[in-house]
């Protein structure tokens, strides 16, 4: 059966619906010395911008990007990593590829508003603030699960906490979980949610699978969010860069994960080092999860994606001890 999207997945607050259109041009067309970047990224990787046709290569040829990877040095690899981090930061729809599958997800800058091509462009921003934006940790989380293989989500229950744009949230899916439960706090951000997942469902990308989009914000209505699941503890857990203390309550986020899962459960988080003066929140963050009897494992790059990844963003799997 065709991923659905669950009927109580409406807009929130009677919001008017995100249009999706995925063939407008980008607001912001590329600085020359981008792409002057790009086209030496690549070169660098042997793939041509275009085919012998001058018909631009679709995004799916991003595989034989990865593929050429290992044969990079190490400065090299640096180039890469400054290329997929940038590459297309400022599309308004961000191509995502996933298990040889090309996906669109639509996002939104901190400061944009929603009526890009009206007299109002620029004037008001969205209320998304930067929940609505792809960040490199959420790139590399995708990649790593994807890496890690279906049999690592075939069949399981994921709850994607913080979701921000659903980009882990369709990337589970695609991989073979059977169900996806799409959270955010932020109503604007969780319609924007609810926009990308139905235009994925609606391209078929996902089978089997039944993806929801929900409102959660940590710690309030976790009821709901069990009832979801049955009332059981959800096998997987996804945070994509979360751990923000001057954003987001960092002891909620781990009250949640361990609300949410089980002794067999485990949550992949993605983080990004920020430095912040009045403490370090990445040893903040370990405290909090020792206290609820959880341990953190930061995964080796080695086991990461060898082109998504980089020096300032990890990935931890948490667990029960």
């Given at each position: 059966a065709m991923a659905q999207i669950d009927q109580s997945s409406s807009l929130i607050g009677g919001e008017v619906a995100y249009e999706y259109d995925d063939k407008r041009p980008y607001r912001n067309k590329p600085h020359p010395t981008a792409n002057a970047f790009f086209r030496h990224f690549d070169k660098l990787l042997s793939i041509p911008d275009s085919n012998e046709n001058g018909k631009k290569l679709s995004q799916s040829d991003e595989n034989q990007r990865i593929r050429k990877s290992s044969q990079m040095t190490a400065s090299d690899r640096i180039v890469s990593q400054l290329g997929w981090r940038n590459r297309y930061a400022q599309l308004e729809y961000y191509p995502v590829t996933v298990n040889n599958?090309?996906?669109?997800?639509?996002?939104?800058?901190?400061?944009?508003?929603?009526?890009?091509?009206?007299?109002?462009?620029g004037k008001n921003a969205n209320n998304c603030g930067t929940g609505a934006t792809i960040w490199p940790a959420s790139l590399v989380l995708v990649k790593y699960l994807e890496k890690m293989g279906k049999s690592k989500l075939e069949n399981k229950t994921v709850l994607d906490l913080g979701s921000g744009t659903a980009i882990t949230s369709m990337?589970?899916?695609?991989?073979?979980?059977?169900?996806?439960?799409?959270?955010?706090?932020?109503?604007?951000?969780?319609?924007?949610?609810?926009?990308?997942?139905?235009?994925?469902?609606?391209?078929?990308?996902?089978?089997?699978?039944?993806?929801?989009?929900?409102?959660?914000?940590?710690?309030?209505?976790?009821?709901?969010?069990?009832?979801?699941?049955?009332?059981?503890?959800?096998?997987?857990?996804?945070?994509?860069?979360?751990?923000?203390?001057?954003?987001?309550?960092?002891?909620?986020?781990?009250?949640?994960?361990?609300?949410?899962?089980?002794?067999?459960?485990?949550?992949?988080?993605?983080?990004?080092?920020?430095y912040y003066p009045e403490y370090?929140?990445?040893?903040?963050?370990?405290?909090?999860?020792?206290?609820?009897?959880?341990?953190?494992?930061?995964?080796?790059?080695?086991?990461?994606?060898?082109?998504?990844?980089?020096?300032?963003?990890?990935?931890?799997?948490?667990?029960?001890k």
């Open positions: 599958i090309t996906f669109t997800v639509r996002q939104l800058q901190p400061n944009d508003n929603d009526n890009f091509d009206g007299p109002d462009f990337a589970a899916a695609l991989l073979g979980a059977k169900l996806v439960l799409c959270t955010d706090g932020n109503s604007a951000v969780v319609n924007l949610a609810i926009s990308n997942v139905q235009h994925f469902c609606n391209k078929k990308h996902s089978k089997d699978e039944v993806l929801k989009v929900r409102e959660y914000l940590w710690g309030d209505g976790d009821d709901k969010i069990l009832e979801e699941n049955s009332f059981n503890p959800y096998d997987i857990i996804l945070v994509s860069d979360c751990v923000l203390p001057k954003l987001f309550p960092m002891d909620t986020l781990v009250d949640s994960i361990k609300t949410m899962s089980g002794p067999h459960s485990v949550t992949y988080l993605s983080y990004e080092d920020r370090n929140a990445k040893e903040r963050f370990m405290e909090l999860a020792n206290e609820k009897g959880l341990e953190v494992r930061i995964v080796r790059k080695e086991e990461m994606d060898e082109t998504y990844q980089c020096s300032d963003i990890e990935i931890w799997e948490v667990s029960w």
